[in-house]
Structure formats: C-alpha cells, structure tokens
C-alpha cells in the first residue's frame, strides 16, 4: 500500500479549489467574492506549515511574500465586496507546487534560492510604492489595499519554480543529474571545481564523436543495429572466443539478416566486406572506428575518441579565462601536467573548499561544498551525478548555471507585466476582479514559457 503523501492531497485540492473559485464564483456569479476566505486558508496554513518546517531563517521571504496578500484578502473580506482573492489565493498553490520535487532532503524548495530575499523585497516595495500614490490619491485605505492585492504578481515565486524546473531539464540534457537543489538555491554560483585527485583528468576516457552511414540507413536505424548486436554478444558464449580468434562479432538472425561488427581496420583487412557503400575516414586523428556491417556490406561505423590528460589540462585553463572559474588538484600523480592550468595541493582539506565550490570525486563527500560525483552507476550518489565524466561536461554545467541568476531577475519583471492591465483600471476607477484574474493566468503562462525555454550551451558565444 503507498504512503499517502499529503503535500501532493494539498496541492491538488488547492488547484481544484481556486479554479472552482476563478470559475464559478469570479466569471459566473460575479459575486460572494468574501467566501475565498475559507476556501483558501486551510491551504495558507499548511502552505505555512511547509516553509516553517522547511527552515523559516531560509524561507522567511517567500513566507512574507505569501501572507501579506493573505492577510490583505483577510481584512478585505470583512470590510469590502471586493477582497481580491483572486489572486492572493493562488500564491499558496505555487508555495505548494515548490514542494513536490522529490530530493535527498526534506523540505526542499527552490524558494530557499539565496536571490529569493533581494526579489521578494524589491517586488513588495514596487506595489507599496503604487498603492501608496493611490491611497494619496483617493484617501482610502480599502481601495489601496484593493489595488496592492489585485496587481500583486506571483511572478517571483512562479519564476522560481519554472526556472528550476528548466535547469533542471538543462543539466539532464548535459548528462548531469541533480539529486538535490542545493546547487541551485545556492546561487548556481560555481567559483572552482576541485579535483580530490587527478584521476578524472588522467582516466581513459572514451568519447563517442561521430557516426558515418550508407545511404539510406539513418543514424538512429545503425544504433538500432548496434544495440540488436550488442544484446546478441552479451548473451552468447561464443563472443570473446570471436573476438579473440577473428577480431569481430557476427551473427546470423532468424529473418535472415547477418549482422557483423569489429574495428573498422579489421573489417576492411578481411575482404569479406563491401565498402563502397560508406564514405570511409581519410585519417585517424587519433580516433578509432568501428564499424558494421549488414549481410556483408559495411552500412557505417562510429568514431571513438580518446581524451587525452593535455586536452583536460587546456579545458581547465579555457575554463579559468574565459568562464573566470578555478581549478585544483588534489594529490596529483603527475603535477607538472596541471602546474599551468590550476593550482595544486597535497589534500582535499588544503583545498579549503565551502560555499561557490564542486568537489569532484567518485565517492560521496562532506567538505561544505557541492558534492560531484562521477563513476559506476548508482545516479543517487552526491549532489550531483555527471554520468558524461569530461570536463567539458562541467564547462557546459558551469555555463548554464551562469544564466540562472539573471533569468530569475528577468523573469519576474517580465511575468508581472499583465498586472498592468488591473494597475490602470483601477487607477481609473475600475475595479473588476475578472481583469486581475486574467492577469494572473497570462503571468503564470508566461512563467510556464520559462519551463520549455532552452538556450544551448554550444552556442553561447565565449568572450
């Protein structure tokens, strides 16, 4: 039987219970606007709930920035026909959607970011500054407030969520896997990667960097092949003693189809197999190919590509001029290889490494810093999992967490502004719910937008 997961209960309930509000209350009776009071604050209070069992010294801003509407709507509903829960009643289910990514950690939210605060502040003083002209204007406190609650955006909080949705969706594109959001609501600020050893720098590592096929066979339909093979090999008895014997791999189907797989030079030296199918590689440059073939004629192949330790050592010091970001090496077994490109030190704990620093490691570690793990296949390992083990892969991480403060920033100014809309209708005497309700659903589509937005780390351009 599944645990009953009451965070989720809550948060489907708060969906469900303001668009019965929006619908039947706000568009189709078009009053009784007063009963959101006890329609939304059971969600309020276990939205409280959460931030308060979350860390209140982390989450005190969106906290502020939940009840103040709240607390608007709550004297408004005793005083005014119009209380503008509207929109003070959707801010808890975002509070709640923020709560529903599942993380080593409890209580995690992208909330806790540390630009929350700065966002959450800025944003409360733009609608006091407006309000407070409109009460200067009209001399009363219940249109003041009206206005403060009607053109009070969910943007910083809705912005926050979609804006790690995204990274989130980013960094799993670059092979990189988040399992918990400290990165993020750290600032996704990455001062120095530091290397516990060298060996990530020195391992072997294996880079797949191209396919070359026949003509009418795509690249998916020759991995396809592949993998079909591949599923053979492992399951035969026959496959090393092959291997060992001829230097490839074939097998025979059942629909006929004779599949053979082997080093692109092996292949060719046999003359068994057709190759002017295939356009073949000029020269090696240090790859390797492999190549297979279909019912004895070679339908492509796929180059290999060896990192070599030089290429990491250049990575680094692109990473330092360019992306302003340093590096360290723990314990190097070869220090002269890295001298130019990062500092070197004898152990981790010279490192110094805290707060704006990955440590990078095959095990899990406990130094103050991010966590990244590489290496086997248990994802859950560390903060982060970079399951691509090259540095190129941390550049491309390094890249997109660049752009995370600036989008939160941007994104909140840009999904407030359909609170315009309400902003000058009430300035000139009209105070229609329906307006700050529409509002709110472009703000939050336009925060959605933010989700499926994606920028490609290739193409952005490195000064």
């Known amino acids: 039987m599944k645990k009953f997961n009451l965070t989720i209960s809550m948060f489907i309930f708060s969906v469900l219970i303001y668009l019965f509000y929006v619908i039947a209350i706000v568009f189709v009776k078009k009053s009784g606007y007063g009963a959101g009071i006890y329609y939304f604050t059971p969600v309020f209070l276990f939205s409280l709930y959460k931030l308060f069992r979350a860390g209140i010294r982390e989450t005190w801003s969106p906290a502020l920035f939940m009840t103040l509407p709240y607390a608007a709507s709550v004297y408004l509903s005793f005083v005014s026909d119009l209380p503008g829960w509207e929109v003070s009643g959707f801010i808890p289910v975002i509070v709640l959607m923020s709560f529903l990514f599942k993380t080593g950690t409890k209580g995690e939210t992208p909330l806790k970011t540390v630009y929350m605060p700065n966002i959450v502040l800025t944003f409360i003083f733009a609608v ?79 880079n797949l960097s191209g396919i070359e096929t026949m003509k009418g ?65 000029e020269n090696e440059d240090g790859k390797s190919f492999v190549a297979l073939a279909v019912n004895g004629v070679i339908a492509g192949y796929y180059a290999i590509e060896k990192i070599d330790p030089s290429t990491n050592a250049s990575l680094l010091e692109m990473l330092k001029k360019k992306l302003d970001v340093s590096s360290i090496v723990c314990g190097a077994s070869k220090p002269k290889m890295w001298e130019n490109s990062s500092r ?112 490609s780390v290739n193409s952005k351009k490195r000064r």
């Open 128 to 206: 006091f500054f407006f309000s407070f002209i409109h009460f200067l204007k009209t001399g009363s406190l219940e249109s003041a407030l009206y206005m403060a609650v009607s053109i009070y955006s969910p943007a910083p909080a809705a912005v926050a969520v979609a804006v790690f949705i995204n990274f989130l969706i980013t960094t799993a594109t670059l092979s990189v896997v988040l399992n918990d959001l400290r990165l993020f609501n750290e600032g996704a600020v990455i001062k120095r990667i530091i290397f516990d050893t060298d060996s990530f720098l020195t391992f072997p590592h294996l």
């Open 217 to 281: 066979v795509t690249k998916r339909d020759f991995l396809a092949l592949v993998e079909k093979l591949n599923a053979v090999a492992e399951s035969s008895g026959e496959y090393a003693e092959n291997v060992k014997k001829d230097g490839l791999f074939s097998h025979e189907f059942e629909d006929g189809t004779t599949l053979a797989m082997a080093p692109l030079k092996i292949m060719l030296s046999t003359g068994a197999y057709k190759k002017d199918a295939v356009i073949l590689p």
């Open 344 to 455: 070197i030190v004898k152990t981790l704990a010279d490192s110094d490494a805290g707060p704006g620093d990955i440590v990078v490691s095959e095990k899990e570690t406990d130094t103050g810093a991010v966590s990244l793990v590489w290496g086997g296949s248990d994802y859950s390992r560390g903060d982060i999992f970079i399951a691509r083990p090259f540095v190129s892969t941390i550049m491309n991480l390094v890249i997109v967490s660049k752009e995370v403060k600036s989008r939160l920033i941007k994104g909140a100014i840009v999904c407030s502004f359909p609170f315009a809309i309400p902003l000058f209708a009430i300035s000139f005497g009209l105070k229609i719910p329906q307006l700050s309700a529409v509002a709110l659903m472009l703000s939050f589509a336009i925060a959605l937008a933010y989700v499926s937005y994606f920028k």
